[in-house]
């Protein structure tokens, strides 16, 4: 006969399920295509290829062959052919292949090797700007930071000359990466540094004035005010990753309850573009206090925005900000849930389903009535809020974001290529 399913996510008392799924769609398969604990458990790492097999392919016309061979001659550690044949990688035809030698030369010899430095200096000085990107990026991985034995040393006074003087060259790919090198390679609160990076935020292109504001706000001893009003300006830039930048980087310098700063996050929560809003959003979750109700006021009006990322946005740093059970939160929310918007609603139902506690019967039963919302997310949202309501104990608590942390997306999957690389051995 047939077996009613029963939704993964466990059902509370009294809650009915949602109206937008048959049962069918809500029992999910006990059997995965591929178990890769088993094939953990069966499988063996395999032992690096030959050197000379590599060696060979890394001279191969085909560009996979050449990105997989550069990419094994790392596992050769201290081994000065290796070396060789990876600088020359930095200096290939494709990205694909460059990144992969990036990588390779960090793991080939120890941080600060003169081997390694000197083989990624002298492709800085490369015709190819492709290539001279790739040394200066190398430079930054494969050295160590200010204050390390390995630091002052003639060879690191020739990577410091080499990277100061590409601050200037002709292409705004080889500035961005010699202002992302000098900033990584510099002493905190460094005055050559931070002098360069405030050159650069005139730099006619956006990706060089954005690598400048990085700069500036890893380098600058936290609450510098001087620093934020060096920024703010780049608050109206006319490209849309500057301004982001800009709000990130006034986030990351001011102290929390910062004024100054939580003003200039505001009026970049008006931005025209998504990304920036988003970004301000978080950052004005970050600087302002739960005491803050203006500022908890503003994330609450962001609920209301016709993004779906600012909108989350607002859910989790309103949620992460106040925590469970601030009433204040509650109210803004409870105020927004009939919104004319279907987005908006949903949005106050996920973040009621966050910082309301299970004795707020109130709450409960208004989101229970989201369960006949004429849109099918916020029934869904609804279904699931009550759960998770009935979950919350009564008092006041901070609430702790499930989110992985995105703060570095330029490195994020970074160094992990290898162990995907080994998983995918002999799956199919």
């Keep these: ?64 062959v050449r990105r997989k061979a550069v990419k094994g001659l790392g596992k050769y550690r201290d081994d000065n052919e290796s070396i060789e044949a990876i600088a020359v990688g930095l200096g290939d035809e494709d990205v694909a292949v460059q990144l992969a030698a990036q990588a390779a030369m960090a793991k080939v010899a120890n941080k600060g090797d003169e081997r ?123 490209h849309e990753s500057v301004r982001r930048a800009a709000v990130v980087a006034i986030a990351k310098i001011a102290e929390k309850g910062d004024q100054h700063a939580i003003e200039l996050e505001k009026s970049s929560c008006d931005d025209r573009s998504w990304i920036v809003r988003k970004a301000a959003t978080d950052s004005l979750a970050k600087t302002a206090t739960p005491n803050d109700l203006a500022s908890v006021r503003k994330l609450a009006r962001m609920l209301e925005d016709f993004d779906p990322l600012p909108r989350m946005a607002a859910i989790y740093g309103v949620a992460e900000l106040c925590g469970t059970g601030h009433r204040k939160a509650i109210r803004l929310a409870e105020a927004r849930i009939e919104h004319r918007d279907p987005g908006t609603r949903q949005a106050c139902v996920q973040l009621l389903e966050k910082i309301t506690t299970n004795d707020n019967e109130a709450i409960y039963k208004l989101v229970e009535e989201r369960l006949d919302d004429e849109d099918e997310h916020v029934r869904d949202s609804a279904y699931y809020a009550l759960i998770e309501i009935k979950k919350n104990k009564p008092g006041r608590r901070k609430w702790i974001s499930d989110l992985p942390d995105l703060s570095d997306l330029d490195r994020l999957g970074f160094d992990s290529s290898d162990d995907e690389d080994n998983e995918k051995e002999g799956l199919w």
């Design 1 to 64: 006969g047939f077996v009613r399913a029963v939704p993964s996510r466990g059902l509370a008392a009294g809650v009915r399920g949602p109206r937008c799924h048959s049962p069918r769609l809500l029992a999910r398969p006990s059997r995965a295509f591929c178990s890769a604990q088993t094939a953990k458990a069966v499988k063996e790492k395999a032992p690096p290829r030959p050197k000379e097999e590599l060696l060979r392919d890394a001279k191969h016309h085909d560009v996979p």
């Design 116 to 238: 390694t430095v000197k083989a990624s200096l002298e492709r800085v000085s490369s015709k190819c700007e492709w290539t001279r990107i790739a040394g200066l990026s190398t430079l930054s991985d494969i050295t160590e930071a200010a204050g390390h034995p390995t630091r002052g040393t003639p060879l690191d006074a020739e990577v410091d000359a080499a990277v100061k003087g590409r601050l200037a060259d002709e292409d705004w790919g080889v500035r961005r990466a010699a202002m992302d090198t000098m900033a990584q390679r510099a002493p905190p609160n460094c005055p050559e540094t931070i002098a360069a990076a405030r050159k650069l935020l005139e730099d006619q292109m956006g990706t060089v004035r954005e690598s400048a504001i990085k700069a500036i706000a890893m380098l600058v001893p936290r609450g510098s005010r001087e620093a934020i009003d060096w920024i703010a300006p780049r608050l109206d830039d006319w």
